[in-house]
């Protein structure tokens, strides 16, 4: 494993990110400013040596929190999740082992998802995608619950795990494992929702859960060799004008950490990132959030650069300096079924309110 040497003169060294032809990170430039510390710093993810550019950012803590939101009057109990067979989800979708593209473990994981998914109305997006290493069969998955308002929410998590790493007894507890769980408890709630409305449609916009795939590079992160499933599907729903339907898409990524901290990710919409805040503040779980902020490319950015609001929520420090991201070390005794829990329920709140909107 290479680590970072230094970082730019002048910058407080966090948080590196460790860059290299094996253990690219899933964006090609990471910024963050931390709470009272002033730094933006940016990391290319190339083979060699690593350039890194900086910039300045002004600190501002007000920045990455939004102001405490006006108590609402809402008194209804909040959604929640069970944490606990999340938990189990993930513990099963990492012991299949590493699920990059091309591989059976990747195959046997679509059938697991497929088989949670009986009753639902699912859909695959299946293609062929051309990569640096050669052609790849790609899909996504998706489980659809309609509501009665006009407009989709769209949840993405992707469920391959890095395919650099293949070799390296790499397993993706956290980064594929999460994603791909979190979704399928995300499944069983609004099946249950579905079964207590009798089949009816739910009282709100339409879900689309999105098990996407091919979000990792299989070489290093590129505009073209990266979220292969989710350029696909943004090019797909512009053509077909879903695009237009989308009131909000957002992402789940690296997020059963047990030392939760979710990133403010300024590749996003503002008024999405500070509603999923007010939602964790409600919970009371806005000490795992936005306590950095900058920008990541995920899953979203097909979708934010077609103008979709969206929002990426992910905890990229994975491990002191992120140390345990793409890694062998990325394993299930690092996350916690609480980190789940606090995702899962603030989702399912921000998803209550953005039916309210
Ligand atoms: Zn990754």
Same mark, same amino acid.
């Given at each position: @494993?290479?680590?970072?040497?230094?970082?730019?003169?002048?910058?407080?060294?966090?948080?590196?990110?460790?860059?290299?032809?094996?253990?690219?990170?899933?964006?090609?430039?990471?910024?963050?400013?931390?709470? +009272?510390?002033? %730094?933006?710093?940016?990391?290319?993810?190339?083979?060699?040596?690593?350039?890194?550019?900086?910039?300045? /950012?002004?600190?501002?803590?007000? +920045?990455?929190?939004?102001?405490?939101? =006006?108590?609402?009057?809402?008194?209804?109990?909040?959604?929640?999740?069970?944490?606990?067979? /999340?938990? =189990?989800?993930?513990?099963?979708?990492?012991?299949?082992?590493?699920?990059?593209?091309?591989?059976?473990? &990747?195959?046997?994981?679509?059938?697991?998802?497929?088989?949670?998914?009986?009753?639902?109305?699912?859909?695959?997006?299946?293609?062929?995608?051309?990569?640096?290493?050669?052609?790849?069969?790609?899909?996504?998955?998706?489980?659809?619950?309609?509501?009665?308002?006009?407009?989709?929410?769209?949840?993405?998590?992707?469920?391959?795990?890095? #395919?650099? %790493?293949?070799?390296?007894?790499?397993?993706?507890?956290?980064?594929?494992?999460?994603?791909?769980?979190?979704?399928?408890?995300?499944?069983?709630?609004?099946?249950?929702?579905?079964?207590?409305?009798?089949? *009816?449609?739910?009282?709100?916009?339409?879900?689309? %859960?999105?098990?996407?795939?091919?979000?990792? /590079?299989? *070489?290093?992160?590129?505009?073209?060799?990266?979220?292969?499933?989710?350029? &696909?599907?943004?090019?797909?729903?512009?053509?077909?004008?879903?695009?237009?339907?989308?009131? +909000?898409?957002?992402? @789940?990524?690296?997020?059963?950490?047990?030392?939760?901290?979710?990133?403010?990710?300024?590749?996003? =919409?503002?008024?999405?990132?500070?509603?999923?805040? $007010?939602?964790?503040?409600?919970?009371? #779980?806005?000490?795992?959030? #936005?306590?950095?902020?900058?920008?990541?490319?995920?899953? &979203?950015?097909?979708?934010?650069?077609?103008?979709?609001?969206?929002?990426?929520?992910?905890?990229?420090? #994975?491990?002191?300096?992120?140390?345990?991201?793409? $890694?062998?070390?990325?394993?299930?005794?690092?996350?916690?079924? *609480?980190?789940?829990?606090?995702?899962?329920?603030?989702? %399912?709140? +921000?998803?209550?309110?953005?039916?309210?909107?």
């Amino acid at each position: @494993m290479k680590y970072p040497a230094t970082t730019s003169e002048g910058f407080e060294t966090f948080p590196s990110i460790t860059p290299s032809a094996t253990q690219c990170p899933p964006w090609l430039r990471v910024g963050f400013a931390l709470l +009272a510390i002033s %730094l933006v710093n940016s990391v290319a993810c190339a083979k060699g040596p690593v350039a890194t550019a900086s910039t300045t /950012a002004k600190a501002d803590s007000s +920045a990455a929190i939004p102001a405490p939101s =006006e108590a609402v009057p809402d008194h209804a109990p909040l959604p929640h999740i069970d944490s606990k067979r /999340a938990f =189990e989800y993930t513990r099963e979708v990492t012991a299949f082992g590493p699920r990059y593209i091309g591989s059976e473990n &990747h195959k046997k994981l679509e059938r697991y998802i497929f088989d949670h998914l009986k009753g639902d109305q699912v859909e695959d997006d299946a293609f062929i995608a051309d990569t640096p290493e050669g052609k790849f069969p790609v899909r996504n998955i998706l489980a659809k619950f309609p509501g009665t308002k006009d407009g989709i929410i769209v949840i993405f998590g992707h469920y391959d795990t890095n #395919y650099p %790493l293949r070799n390296s007894g790499y397993v993706g507890a956290n980064d594929g494992g999460s994603s791909t769980a979190i979704l399928l408890e995300f499944a069983r709630y609004f099946e249950s929702e579905s079964q207590l409305l009798h089949g *009816k449609k739910r009282d709100g916009y339409s879900v689309w %859960l999105v098990w996407t795939d091919g979000e990792e /590079a299989v *070489k290093s992160w590129t505009d073209t060799d990266s979220v292969y499933g989710s350029r &696909h599907l943004a090019e797909k729903w512009e053509k077909d004008g879903t695009l237009k339907k989308i009131k +909000a898409l957002l992402v @789940m990524d690296m997020i059963g950490d047990a030392d939760l901290n979710i990133d403010r990710n300024t590749n996003g =919409e503002p008024w999405l990132l500070d509603l999923i805040y $007010t939602a964790a503040e409600r919970g009371g #779980y806005q000490s795992h959030f #936005y306590g950095r902020q900058g920008p990541i490319e995920d899953d &979203h950015i097909p979708f934010f650069k077609r103008g979709v609001p969206t929002a990426d929520v992910i905890d990229l420090d #994975y491990g002191y300096n992120n140390v345990f991201h793409h $890694t062998p070390q990325d394993t299930m005794d690092k996350l916690s079924p *609480k980190s789940l829990e606090i995702v899962g329920n603030t989702i %399912l709140e +921000a998803i209550h309110m953005i039916d309210q909107r």
